[in-house]
RNA sequence: GUGGAUGUAGCUCAGAUGGUUAGAGCGCCAGGUUGUGGCCCUGGAGGCCGGGGGUUCAAGUCCCCUCAUUCACCCCA
């Protein structure tokens, strides 16, 4: 049989559920901190994102599911959503301060593995034409609310800031000339970022290479003025909103459009992909697409993880839903028909579709969680009664067809 | 892209050194109870042993290739 791609999930049954649990959850939270969804396309010009992330990217390099329609134009299933943010703003003709949150896939070919899918999903919620550091704190704060909320304990907030176009020039200068020297101790891959990106030499996770990290040049000892205030600020708003976190020196991230402040959220339950959350500040990137000047600073969070970090869970009580049991084929049509009356009328009912025995037909209630049953023959036909079971209890009452849905939903499943 | 582990029933897994009709538990279906669930008992269905090639009188078992899953590297959500 065909099978689903490489890195890519079904998702059904009680895995559903979870899912349906937690994006509620994400739009609840999102909304209620004034951020108004955006849908962005699936597909977008290519350059759009490797103007954005860097053509010197791993993400641009060899993770972009990239392709030619048929008209010679070059699109590429996004690999994340932020650019696609800053120009769906633009393009919107918005200006001033807009809050946005997203909940959607991105594609990334990459080899699978536990956290980490081609197609994954992520809640991003970004803030556009801001610099100001209160926009972090509340970025930062809105992460932390949703993760709080959805149930995860044991979060760890990594900080860190890497500084703007002012001081980040003389930085790198200081990391390539601390690193020259022992270039020959270097990884291959360590050698090739000391020359296109030495901030990635921090990210580099190779045994020979540490000894070198812990001595490195810190960024925060290298920031202008104006950034080290700016990260003054955003430190002491998370310090007033009792939101824990740890510097992190060697925190830099991997797309270049990062500016200022960046921050991870990670949980140990993961395993070797531990980041649940990652974003931080870019306030270049809109000018790098051809935008303006537009500040922003935005977070990925990814759901999939988050469904990892959150284990199985608890199913929720049961409601009310009640199940139909019919006696013969040629009765389907009138329990149908009394079904759909009670569904109008507010209750969850499900009628059996194939010919089985009563038995089988409360096995299957009992085994799908369901609170009651009523058998729909003949008899009950006639006298528009039903004689409905609570599984919970094996107790029966019978009652008029009329009033059946009211009657169940306030007496409701409880016992 | 690199390395390791694993693919046998719907699910979880047994199947020493190759050897006749490939097993268990759970699940599923039916019956025991001709209009009633959970527990119990009985019976039944369901497998080109991931796919392809090779070695052999003989391959689920050995060899090669391939696909997939999974863990790690890399990188990221």
Redesign the pocket.
């Known amino acids: 049989m065909v099978?689903?791609p490489?890195?890519?999930a079904d998702v059904l049954g009680p895995e559903a559920q979870r899912w349906q649990r937690v994006e509620s959850l994400a739009r609840r939270v999102c909304e209620r901190a004034g951020f108004s969804e955006v849908r962005t396309p699936t597909f977008e010009a290519t350059e759009l994102f490797t103007h954005s992330s860097g053509e010197s990217?791993?993400?641009v390099q060899k993770?972009m599911y990239s392709f030619t329609d048929r008209g010679g134009r070059p699109l590429t299933l996004r690999p994340?959503s932020t650019a696609s943010v800053v120009r769906a703003y633009h393009e919107a003709g918005l200006s001033g301060v807009h809050k946005f949150y997203y909940m959607q896939a991105h594609f990334?070919y990459?080899?699978?593995?536990?956290?980490?899918?081609r197609e994954?999903h992520?809640l991003g919620c970004e803030i556009l034409g801001t610099d100001a550091p209160l926009a972090d704190a509340e970025l930062i704060a809105a992460a932390w609310t949703f993760l709080s909320a959805a149930g995860l304990s044991d979060l760890s907030v990594s900080l860190n800031s890497i500084g703007d176009r002012v001081c980040r020039p003389a930085y790198r200068l200081a990391l390539q000339a601390y690193y020259r020297p022992h270039r020959d101790e270097l990884c291959a891959?360590c050698q090739r970022r000391l020359e296109d990106n030495p901030l990635?030499l921090l990210?580099?996770?190779?045994e020979s290479c540490q000894a070198l990290k812990q001595a490195a040049p810190k960024s925060r000892q290298h920031l202008c003025e104006a950034c080290q205030q700016h990260f003054a600020q955003v430190c002491q708003l998370l310090d007033e909103l009792g939101i824990r976190y740890r510097f992190d020196d060697l925190l830099v991230?991997?797309?270049d459009y990062y500016t200022r402040t960046v921050f991870?959220i990670t949980h140990s339950a993961l395993?070797?992909?531990?980041?649940?959350?990652?974003g931080g500040r870019y306030d270049q990137l809109s000018e790098v697409i051809g935008g303006g000047a537009l500040p922003g600073v935005g977070f990925?969070?990814?759901l999939?993880?988050l469904l990892i970090t959150l284990g199985e869970g608890d199913q929720p009580a049961g409601s009310t839903r009640l199940y139909l049991a019919v006696?013969s084929p040629q009765l389907q049509g009138p329990a149908l028909a009394l079904a759909m009356q009670l569904r109008g009328a507010g209750l969850t009912v499900e009628v059996e579709l194939a010919d089985?025995?009563?038995?089988?037909q409360?096995?299957?209630a009992?085994?799908e969680g369901f609170s009651h049953?009523a058998?729909?023959?003949?008899?009950?036909q006639a006298s528009r009664h039903l004689?409905v079971?609570h599984?919970?209890?094996?107790s029966?009452s019978t009652e008029p067809m009329a009033d059946l849905a009211g009657i169940l939903l306030k007496r409701g499943s409880g016992l």
Not at 203 to 206: E, I, L, Q, V
Not at 356 to 360: F, H, N
Not at 375 to 380: A, I, K, M, R, T
């Open positions: 099978q689903r490489r890195g890519t990217s791993d993400v993770e994340e990334r990459e080899r699978p593995q536990k956290g980490r899918l994954h992520q891959d990635r990210d580099c996770k190779r991230r991997g797309l991870v395993g070797a992909q531990s980041e649940v959350c990652g990925g969070l990814g999939e993880r006696t089985r025995s009563l038995k089988a409360f096995r299957r009992d085994k049953v058998v729909f023959g003949p008899g009950e004689t079971r599984l919970a209890d094996g029966e």
